[in-house]
């Protein structure tokens, strides 16, 4: 599966973007897909994630004002982001587990950069 990241920019703090992932094939079978995001000089760390059966998991820091979703139909996953805070500031990654069974990210996609100025 090729993931491809789009809706990043530059935004006022207090602002929002909304990041969307669009899939190669279908994603329906994919058991988790998610979020994670990777600021200048740190480790990439997760952000949120959302299962087929909709549950969703969020990293405390973005609790509240994130909010993921997946389209299966049309193989799209999406990241509405709003309040956000300069902190927010990284390049936003995709990416896909195919099992729950396997504890790693399969597919990623590439980077978006997400920019919030104070």
């Known amino acids: 599966v090729q993931l491809q990241a789009s809706g990043g920019g530059l935004v006022q703090a207090g602002g929002s973007l909304r990041l969307s992932c669009a899939a190669s094939?279908?994603?329906?079978?994919?058991?988790?897909m998610g979020w994670y995001r990777q600021a200048p000089g740190k480790q990439r760390e997760f952000v949120a994630v959302?299962?087929?059966?909709?549950?969703?998991n969020y990293a405390d820091s973005v609790k509240g004002r994130f909010t993921i979703s997946r389209d299966n139909a049309n193989n799209m996953v999406y990241l509405q982001m709003n309040s956000l805070e300069p902190e927010d500031t990284a390049v936003y990654y995709c990416g896909a587990r195919r099992l729950p069974t396997v504890a790693i990210i399969d597919y990623w996609g590439q980077g978006t950069q997400v920019t919030v100025s104070s």
């Open positions: 959302i299962t087929t059966d909709g549950k969703t």
């Open positions: 094939r279908d994603i329906s079978s994919i058991w988790r």
